[in-house]
């Protein structure tokens, strides 16, 4: 056989076994909204954007797209849009200001970046990934962060950017954070999670969203995971990392190592995750009202939905 | 029996009791430093700081002190000496700056406090346990964590005060992170961990010292773990709340845990723990040339050492 027929046979038949892999997409716009209590345009307003982030990422996924790509694109459109406690739209500190938080993992290398208390850089979860690509660390803060943005590149934003006038009437506790799990057709798995943080927290302070193991997490050996909740609780707990654990120590499945981690001391009312795994399983779970929050596969499940 | 004479007795056989429980406290002074290229000078220097810090942990758990104050003692005594790189002496940025960062966690209540990129407090361990007792959060980051230190009354000083000749002349690469674990004669656990980061690094970075589950963790259930050595890698890999987590998990013993843990994928020369149990059992591991330590305990074990 000539190498060449040799070379197109073979790409041929990879990508007829890729296209039979399976894949999945699972995003989160935030625990802790109530439905009953959040107004018509809102629930519209979010879910649409849910579906439309989903509809994208089943494409890209689709088309061999890495997951490590479709997780920080769904994750940036999210940050884009002024409905969520990410990039613009974020909750303000105490003193009026949006301080952003992200991080990214890639989980068949375990490689990571996130960055913390980011006030000028249009999307912390590219932040975040420039920070794992080019740089020999994991986690950037403050204005040295947000310089490293500028000196890459990024597009940088003026600080009333991320203030709507929504969030400075702080209508309600927005606990939006934003986030994406998602599985690729060759077997990898990635997660990035981004937020504004606390409606009126003191400045400087940082939740689990860019803490590696707490409220995100990847790892092609268990799952990937991404968090949305109070985030002290899950720095405390490590849930992302402790979800991971339980499967890789004891072998659980991913639904059961999600209830073990949440029946293993968090408080009730506490937040939720999602998950998926290298099977295209995945979790959406929480004990809250509420979780904005939706899923897609090449199984052909797609579903949407905000409260139980 | 009169009222005040069972008090006394009770009083008097809780003592007797207590001292029967054991004790123990384990420090480390960052691993990398290889004792053969280090000067007698700092050899002797790191070697009498430690052995000074064990007498007093020692003496204060045996007199029942609670394990976060000692370990909160100790970090600070090790902030204040310029041998380490934590608080004065700290390694300096790559702008020839001091940026600290700093955790502490209760192991009987999962409570924790962390601090990251502080310019301005005198001891970024106290800080951090600040943080802990008296905000509902877990980290503060930059200048939003100097201003709350000086809200609280804490000690502040110049930039300058963390600068000495050594740090500004980097003769070595500082690795010199601090850390302290301790069992006190209640039984419970705690965490401490104290650094100026990496020599010459990017503005804003952050390591695995202030981060929950990475540099340092504690829990009375498991183990109580400070970390030293490539931030990066132990953040990635959650060292120290996956040294707790397969002791929760698979039961195994506490040597155990931290060997398959440096086994599941860490570099070689990444770095070092130290560790206590419940049962007084204690673990300084390294696979770095040397890693500044010192281990005593209720058994009467006392010992301090740098290389292997």
New interface residues.
């Given amino acids: 056989m000539k190498k060449w027929l040799l070379h197109t046979f073979l790409a041929c038949w990879a990508c007829h076994f890729a296209s039979a892999e399976p894949y999945a997409i699972v995003v989160h716009g935030g625990a802790g909204a109530d439905p009953a209590q959040m107004e018509p345009e809102e629930i519209e307003g979010v879910k649409a954007r849910i579906q439309s982030v989903l509809q994208q990422g089943l494409s890209d996924l689709k088309a061999g797209r890495s997951a490590l790509r479709v997780v920080e694109e769904a994750v940036r459109s999210l940050e884009d849009d002024p409905w969520f406690n990410a990039g613009q739209g974020a909750a303000l500190n105490s003193e009026g200001e949006a301080e952003l938080d992200a991080a990214i993992m890639d989980g068949s290398n ?3 970046g996130a960055v ?2 980011v006030r000028r850089t249009r999307n912390p979860i590219s932040l975040a990934r420039w920070v794992m690509e080019k ?11 947000d ?2 943005a500028q000196q890459s590149g990024l597009e940088m934003v003026e600080p009333e950017y991320f203030i709507t006038e929504r969030a400075r009437r702080a209508l309600r506790k927005k606990q939006g954070t934003v986030g994406c799990v998602a599985l690729d057709i060759r077997g990898h798995l990635a997660a990035a999670t981004s937020t504004g943080g606390l409606t009126n ?7 689990d969203s860019p ?4 409220g995100t997490f990847a790892d092609d050996r268990s799952c990937a995971v991404s968090c949305t909740g109070v ?2 609780e899950f ?4 849930v992302a ?2 979800i991971s ?2 499967i890789r ?2 072998h659980v499945t991913l639904p059961e190592s999600v209830r073990q981690t949440f029946a293993d ?1 968090l408080p009730d009312d506490v937040g939720g995750v999602i998950a998926v795994n290298r099977k295209g399983e995945w979790v959406m779970h929480f004990n809250t009202p509420g979780m904005s929050r939706g899923a897609a596969d090449s199984a052909g499940h797609f579903e949407v939905a905000i409260g139980k």
Same sequence: chains 1, 2.
Avoid: M, N, S, Y
């Avoid at 803490?211 to 707490?214: D, K, Q």
């Fill in positions: 375990l490689r990571c913390a208390d740089t020999p660390h994991v986690l950037l803060v403050g204005p040295g962060a310089r490293f927290k003191r400045p400087g302070r940082v939740g803490i590696i193991g707490a985030g002290e720095i405390r707990h490590q990392g402790q654990q339980r120590l004891t001391g």
